[in-house]
């Protein structure tokens, strides 16, 4: 037995736990049985980081080829650009006001309205439910999950702190050594593992430093984090973060394959440290990467100005053409190497015959500007940030190659399952994305987002349709927070049609317009800030 057969034994150990069964009307799927789901989730995937949305220079062919067989949703909107808010109202199909989750912290709330997941939901109807990789939505939710035991961790133990699983087994098998000079110790899940920095990190040039407190409090090494890091990761390809969640996803299918089942892989990558290891490390050359073209924006008239730390010490690398592309390089590495590893999943419906009684949905919970505006990490409703990839696939019922141009929301994925598996009665804030898949026509021509910042002067809640933006802070007195952008003359999001702009009126119909859509939307879905929404006044 190999090392990396050891390494999936032990971490893969079956100690299967049955869930609860209970009567239902059953939707049957292609061969008469109820449909399988699996979610493959990724973390801080930009709607473009795929071969698939016309990117002409990063490699997926299996999530192409994952769309060519079902529908893809060009401009699918997160709920929220923050990962625990957007990840609970996808699995619940609420707002994030209405969720109880606005902030990463909330997830770990015992007073929340109590939504169920559809994973509750579905493993109430007899499916059983396995998460294999980042959870981060309400711990009670976590419950659902009957994961075998992996390496002494069982059950909602395992989804909520995956990353102590991912360090046993880093431990046991991936040799420790000391760094040497040009490299430094990952400050986030690695273990101190080491890396070598590229241009783009903050400690590039420095003398290597050892963590200064104990070995495996490494998120305290320095006070960096992990936006921080960009570079090469000293790790086989088979211990990286990417490889274990995928290898859990292939046992689950295995084990799982002659029951309902409701299994969500959910991919750390590409969210930060963008610290890809051979061979994605070196797939991509930094100075070909594609300079985004809002790079040098000034944004002199936008909310975001100072927003991630923008204008800080250090944070100008980001708005360098010079040095940008070593992280997009890193980046779309990250994402390849996600893609390799969708191919053995999907690779592994086929050998088990389950693909055309599954439903595969791919999804991202939020983007990442990756140098647009000379920004980094997310947080904001412009593009990069708000738009994530949306491909569902299931033969027979949804048709192959397809693609959906109008805007949605991913709150839309919750009542999409219920309808695909015939469950009845659960009401979600968003319609199933079966109607506009038959039909072409969208109940809703937009799709909002919200995001309940601590931070002043920037907006809460943005409404899009095909052509246009609007973001607002829910009152008044908040400053200058408001932007009104023309996507069709504008797709870069550098002109700012409301704040300081002189010829403002000129637009004040337009966004009352879009004003009155998204508080008719808030009010008919009962979220607590549609009163504030409709009142404010834009133009004055």
């Known amino acids: 037995m190999d090392q990396t057969t050891t390494v999936c034994s032990l971490a893969m150990t079956m100690a299967l736990c049955t869930g609860q069964v209970s009567s239902v009307e059953k939707s049957t799927g292609n061969d008469g049985k109820r449909p399988n789901i699996l979610v493959i989730m990724t973390d801080q995937q930009r709607w473009d980081a795929l071969g698939c949305s016309g990117n002409g220079v990063i490699k997926t062919p299996n999530i192409d080829r994952l769309a060519r067989s079902g529908v893809r949703f060009s401009r699918a909107v997160t709920p929220c650009p923050v990962s625990g808010p957007a990840r609970t109202s996808i699995l619940t199909g609420r707002a994030i006001e209405k969720s109880g989750v606005r902030l990463n912290p909330d997830v770990e709330k015992s007073d929340l309205p109590g939504y169920r997941s559809f994973d509750e939901i579905l493993t109430a109807h007899g499916y059983t439910a396995e998460c294999h990789g980042k959870f981060h939505s309400p711990h009670a939710m976590a419950a659902v999950y009957r994961n075998p035991s992996v390496m002494g961790y069982e059950g909602s133990r395992l989804i909520i702190h995956w990353e102590d699983v991912y360090r046993l087994i880093q431990q046991k098998y991936v040799p420790q050594r000391e760094i040497i000079d040009g490299e430094q110790f990952d400050c986030s899940f690695y273990d101190a593992t080491p890396y070598r920095p590229n241009p783009m990190d903050k400690r590039y040039g420095m003398a290597p430093q050892r963590p200064p407190v104990p070995k495996g409090d490494v998120k305290k090494l320095h006070d960096y984090v992990q936006p921080d890091c960009h570079g090469t990761l000293d790790l086989s390809p088979e211990y990286t973060i ?45 100075t070909k990467m594609p300079i985004p073209a809002s790079i040098s924006d000034k944004m002199e008239n936008n909310p975001y100005r100072a927003s991630n730390g923008r204008l800080g010490p250090g944070m100008d690398a980001y708005a360098d053409p010079l040095r940008i592309g070593y992280m997009i390089a890193d980046y779309y590495g990250f994402v390849t190497e996600i893609d390799a590893w969708v191919g053995r999943i999907l690779d592994q419906l086929d050998r088990l015959e389950l693909t055309r009684n599954t439903v595969v949905i791919f999804v991202s919970d939020h983007g990442e500007m990756l140098g647009s505006h000379g920004m980094r990490e997310k947080n904001v409703f412009l593009e990069e940030s708000v ?5 569902i696939r299931y033969p027979g019922t949804i048709p192959a190659g397809r693609v959906i141009d109008t805007p949605i929301s991913l709150l839309g994925i919750y009542p999409t399952l219920m309808e695909l598996t015939g469950i009845k009665d659960e009401v979600a804030d968003c319609p199933s994305l079966m109607g506009l898949i038959r039909s072409g026509r969208p109940r809703d021509d937009f799709a909002i987002s919200e995001w309940t910042s601590a931070a002043k002067n920037v907006p809460n809640i943005m409404i899009t349709t095909s052509r246009w933006k609007l973001m607002l802070s829910y009152a008044d007195d908040s400053g200058r927070c408001d932007a009104l952008f023309d996507l069709k003359k504008d797709p870069y999001e550098m002109i700012n049609l409301l704040g300081t ?40």
Do not use: W
């Not at 029951?259 to 440290?273: E, G, L, N, Y």
């Not at 738009?387 to 491909?391: A, D, E, G, M």
């Open 501 to 540: 702009n002189p010829a403002k009126r000129e637009y004040k119909a337009r966004a009352e317009e879009l004003q009155k859509k998204l508080a008719g939307y808030l009010t008919r879905i009962g979220h607590p800030k549609a009163t504030d929404v409709g009142k404010r006044i834009i133009v004055k």
């Open 387 to 391: 738009r994530v990839p949306l491909i």
């Open 242 to 286: 990417t490889a274990v969640q995928g290898r859990e996803t292939i046992d689950a299918l295995q084990r799982l394959r002659d029951k309902p089942f409701v299994i969500t892989c959910s991919f750390h990558a590409p969210h930060s440290p963008i610290l890809p290891s051979e061979p994605y490390a070196s797939m991509y050359e930094p």
